[in-house]
Every structure is written in structure tokens, then in C-alpha cells.
């Protein structure tokens, strides 16, 4: 009988994609960005071809969101991110100043790490794919067992798109065998300089603890902020294209509203109209009863089904058309599930006296669970919409638009991006639509245009408060300012001397 240990397979073929990748990046790294752009070309073409295929294998594969949906998200990335991507300049000579004689060169980061979620593992993996080539990148994935198979189904066409048109080997590969330990050891290899990290928060300490810069992109509870200038009806609207796209697990996804109490007859009427169904307590109880695990992990067959689906599994009915399904509440609480992120079609619903109470309240639900990184607020009132952006510890702050659409880039003018960076949290190095850029380090280039003598020969400017304060001290402080001036003049005037020579 041959016993297997899967965590020392693992392990060992951790190892030997970031070594290959190493070596495969010292060639990559030289590449011209008409080339990368090349690359990418193919790549997004060949994928894109298949993202009605991939949307259906992903979505038999973990039964989260629909398949419709999911080949938007497929589409996005190869068409909008593609247009996007193209006339970027990421490596090389990037930015050139000429009045000021300064010049930026884009350098690759080398070999990035990338983990990818089950409830977006095609859409993600191509979009990591692209921008880690765009961006002169080699990238090795360590794909979800969940979605391991539409992982590596895509993988397998851009590979093969990518090395027809001169990838080098093993710069875009993965592994076949995942344990927790094998992606550790992937994470902390030598060989691999950046962690690309996106909703796996299994996995975020291992991450941090590598040592290594990490861009992680998780979700949290994002709440949606309704104050009484807003068009009610609009971002009523909003809120249930969003919430319902892919049912509710798109990234920046609304988890909860929050209404201003003077509008919060008009939002509930609003909100019934277009598809919510307002659960009683006892509904509510039935349905946070099935939606985690003791361990705080989500129940299996509740994330990304659809709301009448989510009532039947909790043991009520809910009328036909109903489209999300609401939990009023009052409190942020450790022990209410609605407090936490739901990755499904399922939102809670406070209403608060102000916008100053709303902003309180907003901040609880942001800082609840791991720190959400998207905010929405629907106001037409300037100076509330400015205090939100100031005081909120939220990556991006989106006003007027469906969460999920504005933070992907498809209704702002953000970068559009389907890894949506939280580093506003502290648990990742940037809060961006993560994009190519994100990927390199800049190298400043300064020329000389003036000659260090002027160091020491320029006067230093003296508060006049200081002058008045300091008037009985002035001449001696003006003597030993002198003498230390004239002292570093003649020194470095010898050290030039001396170089002359």
C-alpha cells in the first residue's frame, strides 16, 4: 500500500514553480512593453473565447452566484480591462519630466504569488493573469480547491495562448496539488517578491507572517449610506442591481443600509416596489440560524443563491419576484449575524436619526469584520458627502452608484479592476483598484541642475517671531552662523579640490 503525503507534494512543487518562476522572470524582466502588450493581446483573446464555457464550469463547479453573471464578469476582464491595459506603459521609461529633469522607470516586482476566491475564481484569475504579464510579472497560483478545476482551466488557455507568443516557461504557471502548507511554502519562498491575495482571509495571516508586501483583497461589511438629499429612488435601484449581480458576492457588494430617519417611511415603500421583502423577527432568527457555521464559517449551500432559494432553505416562503431579502436591525453585535458579511442577496437595515448617527454607525459596521474596504454613500449634499470621505476608514468611498458596478470601475471612472485592494485595513500595502502599477517599483532618475556649493552658500530664512523672540541672542546666533557657513563652505570647496585632482 503507497501512502501519499499530499503537504510534502505540495510543499515540493511549491518550491519548484517558484524557482522556475524566478529563473523565467530574469528573461521576462527584459521584455519590451510592445512585447508584454503582445502577450496580454493573445492571452485575452484566447480566454475570452471561452468565457461563456468557463462561466458555466465555474459555476457547476462551486454552485455560488449564476452563470449569467459570471460571464459578464469574464467579459469585463477581457474586453473592458483589455481596452484599458492597452497604451499603458508599465515598464521601462514611464513618466519623463523635462522641465524638471526627472524621468520614472517602471521595474517589474518579480515573482508574485496569487491566491483567488470560489466565489470569483475565473474573472480573478484572468485579471491577476493579465496584469502580472502587462506589468513584466511571472505569477504562480495556488488556486482554490473549490474551484481548482475552472481555475485551471483557464490557467491551461492562457498558458498555451501565452507561450505561443513567447512567454518563457514556467512565468505563468500553478499548482496542481494545494495544501495549506504547499501555498505557505509558495508565499515564502525566496523567489517569490509579492502576495496577491483576494478573498481567502484564511489565509491572510500566513501571508503577513511571510514577510513579504501584500496586496489583499477581501470585503467586509460595506454598508450603503441612503441620507435625506438623496434621489430615493434611484439608489434604491441601485442598490438591488448591485446587491443581486451574481447573487450578492461581488466584492464590493452592499452587505447593509442605513437610512436617514426622515426618509426611512419613503426608502422601506421604495425598497417593497422593486423586490425586497422586509423579513419579520422571527424570519430573520430562522434565516441567521442557517447562514454560519458554529465556527463562524458560512453554511454550505447559503452563499450566492438567490433569495427565494435562501427563504426556502430557512423554512418560509417569500412571494414570487422578491429579489433580496431584508433584516431590520438596531445594533452592531459580535453575536448578530447580520452584522457580518453575506454573500448572498441578503441585507440588514438600520435607520438613524442624522447623518452624524449614520456616520457613526457606518464606521461600527466597517471596522465589525476584517475591516470592509468599499463604502457607499446616495446624497446630493456636498458637505456631507466630503465629512464621509474624511472620516470613513474605508478604502474607496463610492457616492451615487451601485456598490458593486462603481467599485469594479464599470460606472466610475476607477480603474476597472475585479481585485479590489484593502489596505486601508492594514491588512494589504495598497487600498487601490489593484492594476498593473501596483505590481511594479518606480526607479526616480534625477539629473543635476544645480551645483552643491549653493548648499551651503544659501541664506536660511528666519521666522520673524523667532527674530523678535530671540532679539537679545540675535548677533551671537548670527556670528555662529556665519563662522559654521563659512567652515562648510571651505570644506566643501576642498572636497572638490581634491576630486579635481
Known amino acids: 500500500m503507497m501512502i501519499v503525503d499530499n503537504d510534502l507534494l505540495s510543499i515540493q512543487e511549491a518550491r519548484i514553480l517558484a524557482e522556475n518562476a524566478g529563473r523565467a522572470q530574469r528573461t521576462f524582466a527584459a521584455f519590451p512593453q510592445e512585447k508584454l502588450d ?52 508599465c515598464v521601462g521609461v514611464i513618466d519623463r519630466d523635462e522641465h524638471k529633469h526627472t524621468m520614472d522607470i517602471g521595474v517589474p516586482m518579480g515573482v508574485i504569488a496569487a491566491l483567488c476566491p470560489a466565489t470569483s475564481p475565473v474573472s480573478t484569475t484572468i485579471y491577476k493573469t493579465l496584469i502580472a504579464i502587462k506589468s513584466g510579472n511571472a505569477i504562480v497560483f495556488s488556486p482554490h480547491p473549490r474551484a481548482a478545476k475552472s481555475i485551471a482551466a483557464a490557467l491551461d488557455i492562457m498558458i498555451e495562448a501565452a507561450h505561443a507568443h513567447g512567454l518563457p516557461e514556467g512565468c505563468l504557471s500553478y499548482m496542481t496539488t494545494v495544501t495549506k502548507s504547499g501555498t505557505a511554502e509558495l508565499m515564502n519562498h525566496a523567489c517569490t517578491a509579492l502576495i496577491m491575495l483576494s478573498g481567502v482571509p484564511g489565509m491572510i495571516k500566513a501571508a503577513r507572517c511571510s514577510g513579504k508586501p501584500v496586496i489583499y483583497g477581501g470585503t467586509g461589511h460595506g454598508p450603503a449610506f441612503i441620507e435625506r438629499s438623496a434621489d430615493v429612488r434611484q439608489a434604491v435601484n441601485d442598490i438591488i442591481s448591485s446587491k443581486t449581480f451574481d447573487n450578492g458576492i461581488a466584492p464590493s457588494a452592499e452587505q447593509s443600509i442605513v437610512v436617514d430617519a426622515c426618509i426611512a417611511q419613503d426608502v422601506r415603500r421604495v425598497l417593497q416596489d ?26 454550505a449551500g447559503m452563499i450566492g443563491v438567490s433569495a427565494d432559494v435562501l427563504a426556502r432553505r430557512a423554512g418560509f416562503s417569500v412571494p414570487s419576484g422578491v429579489k433580496v431579502l431584508i433584516a431590520e436591525r438596531k445594533y452592531v453585535s459580535e453575536t448578530d449575524p447580520y452584522s457580518r458579511e453575506l454573500l448572498s442577496p441578503v441585507l440588514a437595515y438600520y435607520v438613524e436619526d442624522d447623518w452624524m448617527h449614520a456616520c457613526e454607525k457606518c464606521i461600527e459596521l466597517l471596522l465589525h469584520e476584517r475591516k470592509a474596504h468599499t463604502l457607499v454613500i446616495h446624497s446630493r449634499d456636498e458637505d456631507v458627502i466630503l465629512q464621509f470621505a474624511l472620516k470613513k476608514p474605508v478604502g474607496r468611498l463610492l457616492v451615487n452608484t451601485p456598490a458593486t458596478f462603481g467599485g469594479l470601475g464599470v460606472t466610475t471612472n476607477l480603474f476597472p479592476s475585479v481585485t479590489l485592494g484593502s489596505g486601508s485595513a492594514g491588512q494589504g500595502i495598497t487600498a487601490d483598484n489593484v492594476s498593473p502599477m501596483n505590481l511594479i517599483y518606480r526607479r526616480k532618475v534625477g539629473y543635476g541642475v544645480r551645483h552643491h556649493s549653493g548648499i551651503a552658500a544659501a541664506p536660511c530664512a528666519v521666522p520673524q517671531a523667532a527674530q523678535q523672540d530671540g532679539k537679545h541672542t540675535h548677533d551671537t546666533q548670527s556670528q555662529q552662523m556665519y563662522a559654521l557657513q563659512r567652515i562648510l563652505t571651505e570644506v566643501i570647496e576642498a572636497m572638490g579640490r581634491d576630486t579635481d585632482r
Open 38 to 89: 503582445e502577450i496580454v493581446e493573445a492571452v485575452a483573446e484566447a480566454v475570452g473565447q471561452q468565457a461563456e464555457a468557463l462561466a458555466a464550469m465555474s459555476h457547476e463547479e462551486t454552485d455560488y452566484g449564476n452563470r449569467t453573471d459570471k460571464q459578464v464578469k469574464n467579459r469585463f476582464v477581457c474586453c473592458q480591462v483589455r481596452e484599458k491595459l492597452r497604451g499603458m506603459r
Open 274 to 299: 422593486n423586490g425586497a421583502y422586509f423579513m419579520s423577527e422571527e424570519e430573520s432568527l430562522r434565516l441567521a440560524d442557517m447562514l454560519f457555521c458554529a465556527d463562524g464559517r458560512h453554511k
